[in-house]
């Protein structure tokens, strides 16, 4: 009797240590079950707010969700035929390109493209450029500098230096069409706010890159996943160690447009030019890296009724990032300061530290060219006069 009373007592025990436990796991897995339903709820959350691209990836930014599904029907914007005084102005910084509206840009786009002969060096389906052209122009967000207008412009430029060089009697088809295409994407969904806030409020971006050209590696990640698309792919018919080479190509020109890296790029082109040769390869990158860099800032070398309205746009640009820096209790990026900035003194440090010492050492390899090619023609006066 006594033995079974023990017994009972025992198994007691462990019942009751049983059903302690049991609590204790179902109060745990009620906690499981909240915490995964407080993730869910946030994870929506924050889909909601960083809704962006149709895409794999989601941005920081919330403005302007553009789409990089791609277009199987047939683009429609209209074709106008250029004027022969629209063509021979193209070639030319004298451009004016607040003339004209998107669907023109887009058109200009095309036809320089066929102009260069990169449509029939890479084999492409004009419909699938159309396509390739339009879902590039979906891509740049409303920014008041950085956007699609802002992309048609160095485009310009960069069609426009191919020809004022001529460039095309000393580059093969496959660098213009990197210069080309480089400077169409250099700038594809710029959210409006600079490397310098993006590595400092700890970004998406700035993280996803490890503060290394957030901006200029994502403009490349858009670029390069809208080509992986079919339907955009203007280099779908060339082999796959061209396009690979392409491709390393246009990063290297975007990740050169980082004004961080402006000092190192232009002092590399220094270091060349006096020996200068089109058939070293690595000359020919470091000169393709300074074009498209004077390309992006060539807003100041066109006329003052077209680079005015330039310079308001980028002062919009960079006042809203510094005023969202107040906001965000983050450092003030001091030439983006609406209280300390004004206009002339912006200009002035912009275009006698950054603009000039870039295009006069392009324009002294422009005039070496010259020199090169026509020994004699040109005198030491002449030389002066073709500088100045």
Same mark, same amino acid.
């Given at each position: 009797?006594? @033995?079974?009373?023990? $017994?009972?007592?025992?198994v *007691?025990?462990?019942?009751?240590?049983l059903?302690?436990?049991?609590e204790?796991e179902?109060l745990?897995?009620?906690?499981?079950?909240?915490?995964?339903?407080? /993730?869910k709820? *946030?994870?929506?959350e924050? !889909?909601?707010k960083?809704?962006?691209?149709?895409?794999?990836? @989601?941005?920081?930014?919330?403005e302007?969700?553009?789409?990089?599904?791609?277009?199987?029907?047939?683009?429609?914007?209209?074709?106008?035929t250029?004027?022969?005084?629209?063509i021979?102005a *193209?070639?030319?910084?004298?451009?004016?390109?607040?003339?004209?509206?998107?669907?023109?840009?887009?058109?200009?786009l095309?036809?320089?493209?066929?102009?260069?002969?990169l #449509? &029939? !060096?890479?084999?492409?389906?004009?419909?699938t $450029?159309? @396509?390739?052209?339009l879902c590039?122009q979906e891509?740049y967000r409303t920014?008041?500098?950085?956007?699609?207008?802002?992309?048609?412009?160095?485009t310009q430029?960069?069609?426009g230096m %191919?020809? /004022?060089? =001529?460039?095309?009697e000393?580059?093969?088809?496959?660098?213009?069409g990197v210069?080309m295409?480089?400077?169409?994407?250099?700038? $594809?969904d710029?959210?409006?706010y600079n490397?310098t806030? &993006?590595?400092?409020?700890?970004?998406e971006?700035?993280i996803?890159y490890?503060d290394m050209?957030?901006l200029?590696n994502?403009?490349?990640?858009?670029a390069?996943?809208?080509?992986?698309?079919?339907?955009?792919?203007?280099?779908?018919n %060339?082999?796959?160690e061209?396009?690979?080479?392409i491709?390393?190509?246009i990063i290297?020109?975007?990740?050169?447009?980082?004004?961080a890296k402006?000092g190192?790029?232009?002092?590399?082109?220094?270091?060349v /030019?006096p020996?200068f040769d089109?058939c070293?390869e690595?000359?020919?990158?470091?000169?393709?890296?300074?074009l498209?860099?004077c390309?992006?800032?060539s807003?100041?070398?066109?006329?003052?009724k077209v680079?005015e309205?330039?310079?308001d746009?980028l002062?919009?640009e960079?006042f809203m990032? =510094?005023?969202?820096e107040?906001?965000?209790g983050?450092? #003030?990026?001091?030439?983006m300061?609406?209280?300390?900035?004004?206009?002339p003194?912006?200009?002035?440090?912009f275009?006698?530290?950054?603009?000039l010492?870039?295009?006069?050492?392009?324009?002294?390899k422009? /005039?070496w060219?010259r020199?090169?090619?026509?020994?004699g023609?040109i005198t030491k006066n =002449?030389?002066? *006069?073709?500088?100045r």
């Amino acid at each position: 009797a006594f @033995r079974v009373t023990d $017994l009972k007592r025992e198994v *007691l025990e462990r019942l009751a240590v049983l059903e302690r436990r049991m609590e204790i796991e179902g109060l745990k897995a009620i906690d499981i079950d909240k915490c995964k339903t407080e /993730l869910k709820n *946030l994870r929506d959350e924050m !889909e909601t707010k960083s809704s962006r691209l149709n895409c794999p990836c @989601r941005f920081y930014y919330t403005e302007d969700a553009k789409k990089l599904n791609p277009r199987r029907d047939v683009p429609t914007y209209p074709k106008y035929t250029l004027s022969t005084e629209t063509i021979e102005a *193209l070639k030319k910084p004298t451009f004016n390109v607040w003339h004209w509206e998107h669907n023109e840009m887009l058109s200009c786009l095309e036809f320089m493209y066929h102009d260069l002969g990169l #449509v &029939q !060096e890479f084999n492409m389906n004009p419909i699938t $450029l159309k @396509r390739w052209l339009l879902c590039v122009q979906e891509n740049y967000r409303t920014n008041p500098f950085h956007n699609f207008r802002h992309c048609f412009c160095v485009t310009q430029m960069m069609y426009g230096m %191919i020809h /004022l060089c =001529s460039l095309q009697e000393k580059m093969n088809k496959i660098e213009l069409g990197v210069l080309m295409t480089s400077a169409v994407c250099h700038d $594809l969904d710029h959210p409006g706010y600079n490397n310098t806030y &993006q590595i400092n409020a700890h970004t998406e971006l700035a993280i996803r890159y490890n503060d290394m050209s957030p901006l200029e590696n994502h403009h490349c990640a858009v670029a390069f996943q809208i080509l992986a698309q079919p339907e955009n792919n203007i280099f779908s018919n %060339i082999t796959p160690e061209l396009f690979k080479q392409i491709r390393q190509s246009i990063i290297r020109l975007i990740l050169a447009t980082d004004m961080a890296k402006h000092g190192e790029i232009l002092e590399a082109f220094k270091q060349v /030019l006096p020996n200068f040769d089109f058939c070293n390869e690595e000359h020919v990158k470091t000169l393709q890296m300074v074009l498209i860099k004077c390309c992006d800032i060539s807003n100041e070398v066109r006329p003052t009724k077209v680079a005015e309205p330039w310079v308001d746009c980028l002062l919009e640009e960079y006042f809203m990032q =510094s005023d969202r820096e107040k906001s965000e209790g983050l450092p #003030v990026t001091p030439f983006m300061d609406r209280d300390k900035v004004t206009k002339p003194k912006a200009q002035i440090g912009f275009i006698k530290f950054v603009l000039l010492p870039m295009f006069e050492s392009v324009m002294k390899k422009r /005039l070496w060219f010259r020199l090169y090619e026509k020994p004699g023609i040109i005198t030491k006066n =002449s030389w002066k *006069l073709k500088k100045r």
